[in-house]
């Protein structure tokens, strides 16, 4: 393992980015991005992903230097046009203008569209919280994952993030893929040459595999959960697909025409303003909230995201530790 400081892992995937034509603005955000996945011990959305950015530039899958235009679409809706680039830009662009239209109205969404999308949604998910927003994100990738019952791959991946602000502490957080795991986990599986568990994925022919090759390149993923995460990969499909008018995961794997680039597609955040709802009682109620966590805690259970900041706390002093054969795929970037 190659032990980085936070500060050197950032440089490394800035000056990566920037070295493969990628302009400031999108190098800076991006690094920002997968050196958080990397700090709170993420990996499969860490520095791992700077390889996929780098890919998907060269097969002109995204654009390096495009410019969010943000459309002020409706009371409660703001669009952003990605214009083709990272999710990074587009969402900071209209982060602003979202936060100001749930504060008006109680509620309201930030629509993305026509943006590369590659992160985890806490990164996002954790700026609404921060500014004291409930929140919301999901979005379609790839057609990689069959319904239940099948074993034709027809959904992404498709995560849902949830976010819940809480005075004083970290918020309650928690951000899953709607398959049984994320493709980045499995794929690092492939990389360090291990077998993946049970119930993640089939063959070609519907049967369980345990094979981290033949899941990605011949079957399919599964669904969490069965019917249930079947039907909430559907969900994401709809809301942040046709709804906001943007792709599917099959039509964003179609438009990738065999690259293996990061996916094209929409991304959909509803925020929803706690003052606005609860007015003066506000506070009254966000403490019984903490009743409700206290109730998980105190029997030996944990919170969605704790791992997460411990893993974060502790990269803060001891910088992260990435595989020495991913270290050299990055410093290769850099020739
Ligand atoms: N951009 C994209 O298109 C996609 C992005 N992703 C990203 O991949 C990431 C990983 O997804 P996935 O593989 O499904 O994640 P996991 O199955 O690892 O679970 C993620 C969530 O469950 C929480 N959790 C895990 N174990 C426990 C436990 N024992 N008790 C309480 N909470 C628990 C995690 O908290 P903790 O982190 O603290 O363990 C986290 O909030 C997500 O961040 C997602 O956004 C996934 C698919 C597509
Ligand atoms: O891990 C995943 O699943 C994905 N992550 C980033 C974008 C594609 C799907």
Redesign the pocket.
């Known amino acids: 393992m190659i032990r980085l400081t936070l500060i050197e892992a950032r440089e490394l995937a800035e000056s990566i980015l920037l070295h493969n034509g990628f302009n400031l603005a999108h190098a800076q955000a991006v690094a920002a991005t997968v050196i958080a996945g990397e700090r709170d011990g993420c990996a499969?959305?860490g520095l791992y992903?700077i390889l996929?950015c780098v890919n998907s530039l060269r097969a002109g899958k995204v654009s390096a230097d495009a410019e969010p235009q943000v459309i002020d679409q409706a009371p409660s809706i703001v669009r952003v046009d990605a214009a083709g680039g990272f999710s990074q830009l587009a969402f900071q662009a209209g982060l602003g203008l979202l936060a100001e239209k749930t504060r008006a109205n109680g509620i309201a969404a930030l629509a993305i569209n026509r943006c590369v999308?590659?992160?985890a949604l806490w990164v996002e998910i954790e700026q609404l919280t921060a500014v004291g927003l409930v929140a919301l994100a999901c979005n379609p990738?790839?057609a990689?994952v069959a319904p239940t019952g099948g074993r034709v791959p027809v959904f992404?991946?498709n995560?849902i993030a949830f976010g819940w602000p809480r005075a004083g502490q970290d918020p309650f957080v928690f951000d899953f893929?709607t398959?049984a795991i994320?493709?980045?986990?499995i794929?690092l599986h492939r990389r360090a040459g291990k077998a993946i568990p049970e119930g993640w994925g089939v063959d070609a022919e519907g049967r369980p595999s345990t094979d981290a090759n033949v899941v990605l390149d011949s079957g399919a993923m599964l669904t969490f959960g069965g019917h249930k995460g079947s039907a909430l990969a559907a969900m994401v499909e709809l809301i942040a697909g046709p709804l906001i008018g943007d792709l599917t995961s099959a039509e964003s794997l179609a438009y990738d025409e065999g690259s293996k680039s990061?996916?094209y597609h929409g991304e959909l955040i509803i925020a929803l303003d706690p003052r606005r709802f609860l007015g003066a009682a506000t506070e009254e109620h966000l403490s019984r909230a903490e009743v409700l966590f206290q109730g998980i805690e105190g029997q030996g259970a944990r919170l969605p995201s704790q791992r997460r900041y411990a893993a974060r706390a502790r990269s803060m002093v001891e910088g992260v530790q990435i595989p020495e054969a991913l270290y050299n795929d990055l410093k290769a970037l850099l020739a």
Do not use: K, V, Y
């Open positions: 499969s959305h992903r996929g999308h590659f992160s990738s790839h990689w992404g991946t995560p893929a398959s994320a493709r980045g986990d794929e990061s996916p």
